[in-house]
């Protein structure tokens, strides 16, 4: 049963254009996590937040900036889209210590 | 910084018979944990072990592991693959905070009939 909800599923653009994926949590955890998983299946860490405040920022271009409301919601904006930003986008939450990371259905960027 | 390491891009195995994937991993923590994580096709990675006792076998839906702090490996393993194995495994290592789950570059298990 998917408990970590991910908006859009999948988006077209244009290099240039703006584009937000959200994603929501219905575990009460307090972690919240982006990941970037390319064409070559590479998962790689982009973001981390417990309880609205970053924790880690990965070496990510400026473009990318994440926005949490509350520990329930972790969004994240692309302000200028370059072709190497196709790929999906997941979304995780975690609890505590030694967590297990609990994916959303990733949301895919096709940028053209 | 950390770091996992899987050697194995693509592993092959014939229905029935044994399978291992590889796991290494660089860290500067003491305390730490350990995961192997499979994603099937068009879905989302989940978890399949978690680890963080040094020399104690896990084992989950007919899969094991154990934790080697002295080889610092994390290897995946099971007796008989099957068909519904077929995946890309991920294994991966998470700080003591749990704020940083760091990912190998995955290894996917193709089992034939």
């Known amino acids: 049963e998917t408990a970590v909800f991910q908006t859009p599923n999948y988006h077209v653009t244009q290099v240039g254009n703006e584009v937000s994926f959200n994603c929501k949590q219905t575990?009460?955890?307090?972690?919240m996590y982006w990941y970037k998983q390319d064409s070559k299946k590479l998962l790689k860490i982009m973001f981390s937040y417990n309880n609205k405040q970053l924790i880690v920022n990965e070496t990510v271009p400026r473009r990318f900036s994440p926005q949490s409301s509350d520990k329930a919601h972790l969004n994240l904006r692309i302000k200028s889209v370059e072709p190497e930003d196709s790929a999906v986008y997941l979304c995780a939450s975690g609890q505590g210590a030694g967590n297990t990371l609990y994916f959303g259905e990733g949301s895919r960027l096709i940028v053209v | 910084g950390d770091s996992v390491t899987q050697t194995e891009g693509l592993v092959t195995v014939t229905e029935g018979l044994p399978v291992k994937l590889n796991c290494t991993y660089q860290t500067t923590y003491l305390t730490i944990a350990f995961f192997w994580y499979v994603q099937y096709l068009n879905e989302a990675p989940q978890v399949l072990l978690k680890s963080s006792t040094d020399n104690k076998r896990t084992e989950h839906q007919g899969f094991h592991a154990t934790l080697h702090k002295s080889s610092s490996s994390f290897h995946l393993q099971k007796s008989s693959a099957q068909l519904s194995d077929s995946a890309l495994y991920y294994c991966?290592?998470?700080?003591?905070?749990?704020?940083?789950?760091?990912f190998g570059s995955g290894t996917r298990l193709l089992v034939s009939p």
């Open positions: 575990l009460g955890h307090d972690t």
């Open positions: 991966a290592l998470s700080d003591p905070g749990g704020y940083k789950v760091v």
